[in-house]
């Protein structure tokens, strides 16, 4: 089922009636790339995916992902530790898992805050 609507990205402070921020999927991602640079669909779809494809493959094998001006994704390992259930009070062992977590960049932290750093790339303010 196609989404007729424009899915165009909303601009900070954009959000519905009931306050939440709008939630952008990877369907939205695909039109804003079929609008803004003309390839078709399908080819924009094939974009889309093969980013994060790549993405996620970098992740899986443990390895940092920089993206200039948007931020840095990391693997993290965290230890096994003991949790409580809050329902039953029952302490328990929580696994050794692997999380990933994400640091945005100063040019994207500057953009949420409405702020502008044009011209000055993340390298700059590491």
């Known amino acids: 089922m196609a989404n007729t609507a424009t899915t165009n990205v909303p601009a900070p402070g954009d959000a519905r009636p009931d306050g939440e921020a709008k939630t952008i ?7 804003a790339v079929y609008e803004k640079v003309g390839f078709s669909k399908k080819e924009s779809s094939e974009i889309v995916e093969r980013i994060l494809e790549t993405m996620k493959a970098t992740l899986s094998r443990g390895e940092k992902l920089k993206v200039s001006g948007f931020g840095k994704f990391e693997v993290r ?22 999380v990933v977590a994400f640091k945005p960049s100063q040019v994207l932290k500057a953009a949420i805050a409405g702020e502008s750093l044009a011209g000055v790339s993340d390298d700059d303010l590491d």
């Open 25 to 31: 999927t990877k369907a939205d991602l695909i039109e």
């Open 77 to 98: 390992h965290k230890n096994t530790r003991r949790g409580r259930n809050p329902q039953t009070n029952m302490e328990l062992q929580i696994p050794a898992h692997r």
